[in-house]
Each structure stands twice: as C-alpha cells, then as structure tokens.
C-alpha cells in the first residue's frame, strides 16, 4: 500500500507543479477569482429583487421596489461589465508573472477589450452596445488579458520600444516606453474585429463563443465534475491542495457559467448551469473538500485523546469550509483508512447534488454569495430555494455514514497501539 | 523578525496567525510581526518580510515562491502536523533556524 502511495505521489507532484508553471493558466485563474469579488457584490445586489420575487405584494413589496433602483444599477455596472474588469484583472495577473506589471498594461488590456466587445449602436450617436461587456465577453477577456501581455513581453524582450535617455523622468519615459505596446495591441485588436466580421460573418466575441462552444458546454455536465472532484480529493490524499491545483482548468468556466446564471436572473430568465462557482464551494465542498463535517464531529467525541483535540481545533474552520486541520490533523492525508470514503466516498455526493439542480427538485444557482459561509448558508444564498439547505445536510449525512466505519476502524486501531504501549512502559 | 505565512487562500493561515500572535503575547516575544496571504497575492507583499512559511498543501511551489524570494529570504514548509494544530512552538523554532540559515 505505501509503495503505491509512494509511485501515486511521485506521479502527482510533477502535474501538479507543471500546472503551476503555465503562467497563462495562473493568470487567467487569478484574475477570474479576482474578478468574482465584483460579482458577488453585483449578485448580493439583486437579493431585493428576489426578496420582491418571493413576497409578491404588500408594503414590504412596495418598499422593496422603492429601494431596487439602487441596488440594480450597482448589479448593472458589475455584472453586466465584468468582461472588462476580467480583462484587466487577468493581463495584471500575467504581467506580474513577467515582471513587467503596471497600471498601463491593465488600462491596455481594457482598451483591447473594448475593441474587441464594444459595438455602436445603430442611429445612436455615441451609444455603444453593451450586449458583450458581461458574461458573453468573458471569454473574450481571457484573449484581452493573455494577449496584452504576451504582446508586451515581446515587444519589451525584443527592444521595440521607444527608450528616453536617462535624464528623462521616470514618468515621462515609462508613458512613451509603453506607446509602441500599446499601439500594437489595440491595432491587433482592431484587426481581429475587423476580420472576424469580414471572413467570418460574426463579430468577434459570438465567433469566439461558437468555436469554444464544445468545450463551454462539456465543462458543465456530471463526467467533468466528477473527474473535478475525484482529482481534488486524490490530490488532497496527498496533502496537495486539490481545489487550488484544478481550479487553473475549471474556475474560468464555473465563473463564467456563475455570471451567465446571474445575468440570466435579473433579465427574468432561467438560469441554465448548475457548475457554478458557489455550486462547487457551497453544495460539493462545504465545510471543506470532502464535506470532512461529520468526521470532525466523530474526532471530538472520540475515546483518543488526540483525535478529541485535532477535532476540537477543527470544528470552528470546519464550519466556514477550512479543513487543512482535519487533512493534516487527523490525518486524512497518506492515511490508508481514509482513501476510501476521502477519496472515492465524495463521488456519491457530487451525484446526487448534479441530479437534484439538474432535475430542478433543487434551485438553480442564481447568485454567487461570499464564500467560507457556513453550511446551508452560501447554498440558500446561492439559490434563495430553502431546498438547497436541505440538499446541503442530506450531503453531509451521507458522507457521515461513508466516514464512520472508516473511522471507527481506524480509531480502534489507534486505541489498541495506545493501549499496548501504555501496557509497555508499565511492564518497562 | 517579520513573518509571512502563505496558503492558498490566507484562510487556513490566518488562523495560525492568530495563533502565532497570541504565542508571542504570551510569551514575551518583542519585534514580531506576522501576516497571512494568499498565493495569488503574495508577491505583492512579500518585500516587507524576513522570512516566508507555506501551508504545506501549497509545497509543490516552493520552488517558484523562493524564487520571488531571492537568496537572501529563507523560505520553509510547515509540517503537516504542526500546521494542523496550529503549533506554535515548533512553527516560532522553524522561524529561528531558517534565520539563522540552517
């Protein structure tokens, strides 16, 4: 058994830390995650609209649709633009990693993003249409952000850049240094547009939608995230933090797949994707990877004494989705005991939730809320459908009865060695 | 000495950053200063620390963030164990020995 763990671990590091490496993979997480704080605050601001949908009437309605204005033009500017701030969140990430970060590289990256999704409208002077600013321009971000940078570093690598002599200021240098980049990627972007209208017929951000198209939609079904989540929780065996690793590949989607719901949700519409962001944090993972809950539980009314303390400093974390103490504590990690009901155990879970949202028994995700809530909390917030609480512990329970026999295996165990070495250093 | 803890989020470090804050109180240790951060955002603040820990689930990149670090800022991994129940002691004699160079 350890010889396998051993070939399993030489296996995963090298993956793990080659997925590190791809900067561009980084890039585009971190900016998407950094991107969510402006979604979140957008989705929280519709929270008077839903309450508004749930009542229907009366003078709570009424002064619910007093206040909505203003909570709807922060959604508006949020949501409805978060292309643009994906687009500059993610060419700051990149241009980190290259060292060659500033605030000029994120304004370009906003600048090409705007070429890229910003139309006119039709006998409006000055109008421009904002279909693709929000959610459909997500993708295009990715593009904005990656290729700003790229563009840059080659420019920057290969000396086309005007340089100032030394005596010049700083401030002064850095602005004309960053003319030629700048010109070169906004001249690219406006090429792209123009070719894709011309040879493709489509503008650029519905062209780039019907070419990802296969890989949009492949994201969102029960087969990805059961791989998603069997990786997450193999790598976790191994003390790797699985959701931080695959996250570089899915995170991208599940937030471009939140936004969509959202948007769809202020229009009135049904949202259609159940692998959101929150789904994955507040339903799959909640009170940790492995939905660890009901183990901490079983350690703090433990006969160990160890298992009683590792579980009384991980209840508190536990409860708003931290769970290293339990992994490294119990531990779950490279232990034997725990592959089964860690590792495989969460698999069962991830099916029932798919089929609950899928079968619409439980809402779907319509907003995206803070995360590290406590459990039941994010889910409703996620879906104002009190089911979705329901949903939540129903998870939980199952994974009790997964961890129990486990744990109790694996307890006696512990108990029997303690009691022998006690008998031990009595007989020394 | 002025400590940066490093996880994947600055969540499970925050709480041993409590812990490590208490620690010092209790224990009478002057000119310490500890943060916790994300690995997204650490190098937007690892100039003002001395010395860099990680969580040990975010080991496999030691080798990237020490290379932010530069020869000059020891960087360690905490052991799984000490990580988990927030072990102060072992975490504060790791601290010393990276400084001294060991």
Redesign the interface.
Known sequence: MANAQDKLMKALMPVATWVEKRKHLQAVKDGMIGATAFIIVGSMCLIPMALMNLIGSGPVYDFLGRINPFFLKIAGFTNDYIGLYAAYLIARSLAKRDEIDGPIIGINAVVVQLILTGFSVDGVDGAVATAYFGSQGLFVSIISGLITVDITQLFITRGWVIKLPDSVPEMVANSFSALIPVAATCGIASLITVVSQSAAGQVFPALLQTLLAPAITSMDTLPALLIVIFLTQLLWFFGLHGPSITQAVWAPFAIAYATENVAAYAAGEAATHVFTYGFYYNILQVTGSGLTLALVVFMMLSKCETYKAVGRAAIVPSLFGINEPVIFGLPIMLNPFMFVPFVLGPLVPTIIAWFAFKSGLVGMPVAVPPGFMPPGVGAFLMTYDWKAVVLVFVLLGVMAVFYYPFFKAMERETLAREKQQETEAHEA | MKVLLV???G??TS?IMKKMRDYARTNDIDDFEVQATG??SF?DVIDAFDVVLL???????F??IAGVAGSKKPVGVIA??D????NCQAIFKQVESLLKGE
Do not use: F, K, N
């Open positions: 996880c994947a989020g969540m499970s709480i690995v997204g190098r969580g040990p689930q975010i080991s496999y990149r080798d990237e799984p164990t990580y988990a129940l927030g």
